[in-house]
């Protein structure tokens, strides 16, 4: 009689061999190597849709802001006792890890939550020490100031931990660099008086095309941007090259590629429409 699963001494054999085991191992390291990159790139297609939301409820408040307050948009909003202001306080909220060239010095720290312009739209029930999570990108990995320069380009210190929203109050800033098409050295206290003279051109597709928020992160790197493009590109929060979260005047918002040595391009501008070359109006 034959007997199933025996040896020719007759012993049972168990267990895998060592080539087996080998072979299995190789499989399982296989299967890791293809599985981790696409479960990093779904983890961080969420961080980016998120992202979207937040800038999309962020648009629909700025409109909401504009009904109220007529043709303007919230740049800045200085605080009697801050000795700098910031690209942040539009919305935000107190910054849990100040940034120590600043300290409490500066305006994000001196307003609260539900002191910010846009916070009554998009979030209303904030309080002082509220920190809504509608300024809060997921992807955010920058600190708020970064260093940008036209040669070295965007650097960042490894040992850095901190995000934008952590040193700053939030991960968006509004876009200031509009007045760089009317003087090449302004303050902030021009902002109101030249806006009043740029917002009656942003009608129509205008609005459509121009950007007023972004993540921190470009707001850094756009410091260099210049119209023979002197500037600088690097990638972004969601590790694709030069693509970048923005909300646009109309209150929509898009994750599109920008070529950022540039201070506008076709579809997208954070100059007043009028700056630029005619082939882009």
């Given at each position: 009689m034959r007997f199933p699963y025996s040896s020719i001494n007759g012993r049972r054999r168990s267990g895998f061999t060592l080539l087996e085991l080998l072979v299995v191992i190789a499989i399982i390291a296989v299967l890791i190597?293809?599985?981790l990159p696409a479960l990093k790139m779904a983890r961080e297609n969420g961080k980016r849709i998120k992202c979207m939301s937040n800038m999309k409820q962020i648009g629909v408040g700025q409109l909401m802001y504009m009904e109220d307050n007529g043709p303007y948009v919230p740049w800045v909003k200085p605080h009697p006792?801050?000795?700098?202001?910031?690209?942040?306080?539009?919305?935000?909220?107190?910054?849990?890890?100040?940034d120590p060239t600043f300290g409490t010095n500066i305006d994000y720290m001196k307003w609260g939550a539900d002191e910010r312009p846009i916070s009554k739209y998009v979030a209303p029930d904030a309080i002082r020490e509220s920190?809504?999570?509608?300024y809060i990108c997921p992807g955010d990995r920058?600190?708020?100031?970064?260093?940008?320069?036209?040669?070295?380009?965007?650097t960042l210190n490894p040992?850095?931990?901190?995000?934008?929203?952590?040193?700053?109050?939030?991960?968006?800033?509004?876009?200031w660099f509009w007045?760089?098409?009317?003087?090449?050295?302004?303050?902030?206290n021009v902002m109101a008086e030249y806006s009043r003279e740029f917002m009656p051109d942003m009608v129509g597709g205008n609005a459509s095309e121009f950007i007023v928020y972004y993540?921190?992160?470009?707001?850094?790197?756009?410091?260099?941007?210049?119209h023979l493009g002197q500037g600088v590109q690097r990638y972004?929060?969601?590790?694709?090259?030069?693509k970048h979260v923005v909300v646009f005047l109309d209150g929509h918002s898009e994750y599109r590629f920008m070529d950022t040595r540039y201070p506008y391009g076709v579809g997208w501008t954070i100059w007043p429409k009028r700056g630029l070359p005619d082939y882009l109006r």
């Amino acid at each position: 009689m034959r007997f199933p699963y025996s040896s020719i001494n007759g012993r049972r054999r168990s267990g895998f061999t060592l080539l087996e085991l080998l072979v299995v191992i190789a499989i399982i390291a296989v299967l890791i190597s293809v599985l981790l990159p696409a479960l990093k790139m779904a983890r961080e297609n969420g961080k980016r849709i998120k992202c979207m939301s937040n800038m999309k409820q962020i648009g629909v408040g700025q409109l909401m802001y504009m009904e109220d307050n007529g043709p303007y948009v919230p740049w800045v909003k200085p605080h009697p006792s801050a000795g700098w202001r910031s690209q942040f306080v539009w919305g935000g909220f107190i910054a849990p890890r100040p940034d120590p060239t600043f300290g409490t010095n500066i305006d994000y720290m001196k307003w609260g939550a539900d002191e910010r312009p846009i916070s009554k739209y998009v979030a209303p029930d904030a309080i002082r020490e509220s920190t809504p999570e509608v300024y809060i990108c997921p992807g955010d990995r920058t600190r708020g100031f970064g260093i940008i320069s036209g040669s070295a380009g965007w650097t960042l210190n490894p040992h850095d931990t901190w995000t934008s929203w952590q040193a700053a109050g939030n991960s968006y800033a509004v876009n200031w660099f509009w007045m760089d098409y009317y003087r090449a050295n302004w303050s902030t206290n021009v902002m109101a008086e030249y806006s009043r003279e740029f917002m009656p051109d942003m009608v129509g597709g205008n609005a459509s095309e121009f950007i007023v928020y972004y993540e921190s992160l470009m707001h850094n790197i756009m410091q260099d941007s210049t119209h023979l493009g002197q500037g600088v590109q690097r990638y972004g929060w969601h590790f694709e090259f030069s693509k970048h979260v923005v909300v646009f005047l109309d209150g929509h918002s898009e994750y599109r590629f920008m070529d950022t040595r540039y201070p506008y391009g076709v579809g997208w501008t954070i100059w007043p429409k009028r700056g630029l070359p005619d082939y882009l109006r």
